[in-house]
């Protein structure tokens, strides 16, 4: 299974919503990746997690909290966010170790704050 | 800053031509340079990759040049098929194996 899975694909929101974004992978990577894409732009990093510790958070405002719960799954949880954090959200894993670089990115979660 | 600069922004070629996709770096800590293709509504997929002690490298109908002095790389797509039509993402590994993205180019290839 070279697969890492996201939940949901499309989500809509108001600005005074909690909401939670899921990522799967069953492939025993034990680095997973947050990213953030705007329309027409490149992927952003905003949190890093190795070995289910928070190891890189690129400034990112605190209504985007990020959760490890095991090695196969990764949480974003989202509050009181903002109509220009409408993004696509992607998910992606590693497996850490030297010369091993190839992440794998899930399909993204479309992401609208009304 | 953005560290990883990517050129054309956009491109047509038309069925059968090369596509060339242009890249250059700034930080020589650099350690492995990946291309990503992404179709619309997914995630970027691995094209392929190369270390800078490597030249060229070839899969396909797809080479990555690698030109250390220069600090430059290039994806060069030969034959190329609509099906190709992607938005195409250059890549680089900083020291925290993190990756920073290039600004992308949207390939359109012409039946």
């Known amino acids: 299974d070279t697969e890492v899975t996201q939940t949901p694909k499309h989500l809509v929101m108001g600005m005074t919503n909690k909401k939670s974004l899921k990522c799967e992978q069953h492939m025993g990577h034990r680095a997973m990746y947050w990213y953030k894409q705007k329309a027409k732009k490149p992927p952003e990093l905003m949190f890093v997690y190795s070995y289910e510790k928070l190891s890189i958070n690129e400034s990112v405002p605190s209504r985007f909290s990020p959760e490890c719960p095991n090695s196969s799954l990764l949480n974003l949880h989202l509050h009181a966010l903002q109509p220009e954090d409408s993004a696509l959200y992607l998910c992606a894993s590693r497996h850490p170790g030297q010369g091993n670089n190839e992440q794998f990115f899930g399909p993204g979660t479309r992401l609208t704050v009304l | 800053q953005q560290q990883v600069k990517q050129s054309p922004q956009s491109l047509i070629v038309q069925k059968g031509g090369i596509s060339i996709i242009n890249c250059a770096y700034e930080?020589?800590?650099?350690?492995?340079f990946p291309w990503y293709q992404q179709f619309p509504g997914k995630g970027p997929a691995l094209l392929i990759a190369?270390?800078?002690?490597?030249s060229e490298k070839k899969e396909g109908r797809f080479t990555i040049s690698f030109n250390k002095s220069a600090k430059q790389f290039s994806l060069h797509i030969m034959d190329s098929q609509p099906g190709d039509s992607a938005t195409y993402f250059c890549a680089a590994y900083t020291g925290r194996r993190a990756l920073t993205f290039g600004s992308g180019t949207r390939l359109q290839v012409q039946p």
């Open positions: 930080n020589t800590a650099f350690d492995y």
């Open positions: 190369i270390r800078p002690d490597v």
